[in-house]
């Protein structure tokens, strides 16, 4: 029974920094779309920024699933037009159940 519930909350442990992770990456690509560059980061240039974060900081032990990476509102066309970064992760249980973590991030462009 104590191993059972170690193993528990290491496993929820791991999901909540996940889940940490997935909102920094997040963070990192509204951040890096709104910049003022030119020419400004396309939607294909901020996927590629959450990926990166979340691949070299998310603990997966090995399943290799990526983050899916949604930029509903497009890359900045304009000074102070919204930017929304949304990121979906499926989660793995060390036992067989799954969970989805989702984090959004709104920012202003620049």
């Known amino acids: 029974i104590l191993l059972l519930l170690f193993f528990g909350i290491v496993d929820f442990g791991l999901l909540i920094y996940d889940k940490q992770v997935i909102t ?6 509204a951040r890096a779309g709104i910049v003022q560059r030119i020419p400004r980061l396309s939607v294909a240039g901020i996927t590629g920024v959450v990926n990166d974060y979340a691949a070299s900081h998310l603990v997966t032990f090995g399943s290799g699933t990526s983050p899916t990476t949604t930029v509903p509102s497009g890359s900045c066309a304009s000074f102070g037009q919204d930017l929304d970064v949304i ?3 499926n989660y ?3 036992a067989v159940r799954t969970i989805a973590i989702t984090a959004q991030t709104t920012m202003k462009c620049e």
């Open 24 to 29: 920094n990456a997040s963070r990192e690509g």
């Open 87 to 89: 990121v979906s992760y």
């Open 92 to 94: 793995n249980f060390l």
